[in-house]
């Protein structure tokens, strides 16, 4: 006799694997639709229930009505965005690389080495409350991929909490280093002098994971050998980019997303190597243009994914919405350009770039026809949304990847090809 199966357990594929691929996805959609039902019918009900079956059929067509106008696909992508079995604490470090140098940087006279604060989140056992206090928090048994996160140009660090901690509650260990010099307090300014270097930077912090001892021997024990992936947002979006195709400063991974990737002058060039990536870009993006991911998409070997978003933005990624303003984008176009030339270090970059490469890793014009902050966009996607899209994305693509288990790409790609707001392009 078939066991019974909760929600939880559909979205994390266990009982599935035993089961034929549509079976499951047939079964998870109507589970799902279900659970849906249910809760919109509790959403906004009285402290006092009315009694009688007249009431409850009647509770019941308004919450099927309600439902009647959200897409399944939507259903589908709430879901897989939503955490996952596990909880979630985090652990802080401060890594120090001393086989390369932190370059000189306006006033800055350099250093011989490279430090790396580093935020990592892991599972925990218990979802009861996340991240847990008081003590440290033991990781889950079990072995987990090992993931790192590329931040964007003058980042504080915080964005990688919106996808590290959905991560971790999936079963992922999410490495979140701050960068040398393109942090937001980083000494002498943020410059893109530095992005070249950052590939290696995730994967020190990454080899130094699997090295801990003492306290934090647990974490070391934890991760999946040689199941590593890098994904990043915006600048760390290029990293992410570099890390997986550049044929000098490629890192052993297996793996790759990039949301909104810095890349209108990235050449043909760069593509060394084949690595299933996905991206994911907004239509409306001011301060990356999509014409940049659209570009490496056409370019990069297969397998590679593009996720784009119909009036999705920049901001989007990051969570953030501000009312009554066309595009939350333009707003933060004006701080960054509050803050003086971000070009600045864009000649050093095209050097590192090109070392070893040649001239066609990078193209010069390629930033001319939608220069960074130079075209106003109309914003249509909720910043909800786009997170929504984000997370349930790259969570199929590393479940597929390096865990092997397709069944949230059996689900996320087709809720993709389905929804009005996005359009999906794949390169098998």
Not at 151 to 180: K, T
Not at 201 to 206: A, K, N, P, S, T
Not at 241 to 261: E, G, K, M, R, T
Request: net charge negative; aromatic share 6%; glycine share 10%.
């Amino acid at each position: 006799m078939e066991s019974e199966m909760t929600a939880r357990e559909m979205l994390d594929g266990k009982p599935c694997r035993a089961q034929g691929h549509i079976e499951c996805v047939g079964r998870f959609v109507a589970i799902g639709l279900s659970l849906a039902i249910a809760a919109a019918g509790c959403a906004d009900a009285p402290d006092t229930v009315a009694e009688g079956p007249e009431a409850v059929e009647a509770e019941t067509a308004a919450a099927q009505t309600e439902l009647s106008s959200v897409p399944a696909s939507t259903l589908v992508l709430n879901a897989i965005a939503d955490s996952g079995p596990y909880g979630f604490a985090r652990r802080e470090f401060v890594f120090v690389d001393r086989s390369r140098p932190t370059r000189p940087n306006n006033g800055f006279p350099g250093a011989p080495s490279r430090t790396l604060p580093t935020v990592v989140w892991h599972p925990v056992k218990s979802r009861s409350a996340s991240p847990p206090g008081g003590d440290r928090a033991p990781v889950a048994p079990g072995r987990f991929p090992l993931v790192a996160y590329g931040h964007g140009f003058a980042s504080p660090g915080g964005d990688a909490r919106l996808y590290a901690e959905h991560l971790a509650s999936h079963g992922y260990i999410v490495a979140a280093p701050l960068f040398p010099l393109t942090r937001a307090d980083a000494p002498g300014g943020p410059t893109s002098a530095d992005y070249a270097n950052q590939p290696a930077d995730l994967e020190f912090v990454m080899d130094r994971i699997v090295g801990l001892d003492g306290a934090d021997a647990d974490l070391a024990r934890a991760v999946l050998p040689d199941h590593r992936g890098v994904f990043g947002f915006s600048a760390g979006g290029l990293t992410a980019l570099l890390a997986a195709y550049h044929p000098v400063l490629q890192i052993d991974i297996q793996s790759a997303v990039a949301y909104a990737p810095v890349s209108c002058f990235v050449g043909p060039a760069i593509y060394g190597r084949a690595l299933p990536v996905t991206i994911i870009s907004g239509t409306a993006d001011e301060l990356v243009p999509i014409v940049g991911p659209l570009k490496v998409f056409d370019q990069a070997p297969p397998p590679v994914a593009l996720v784009k978003l119909i009036g999705g933005n920049h901001t989007g990624f990051l969570n953030m919405d501000i009312p009554d303003v066309e595009n939350t984008d333009t707003v933060l176009c004006e701080f960054v350009q509050s803050m003086g030339d971000i070009s600045r270090g864009s000649e050093l970059l095209f050097e590192d770039l090109a070392r070893g490469v040649g001239p066609d890793a990078i193209d010069p014009g390629g930033c001319d026809e939608f220069p960074f902050c130079g075209t106003r966009f109309t914003q249509t996607m909720e910043a909800t949304r786009q997170l929504t899209i984000a997370r349930a994305a790259t969570l199929a693509h590393f479940d597929a990847t390096l865990k092997g288990r397709l069944l949230r790409a059996g689900l996320v790609v087709p809720a993709l090809e389905a929804a009005p707001d996005v359009v999906l392009k794949i390169k098998r």
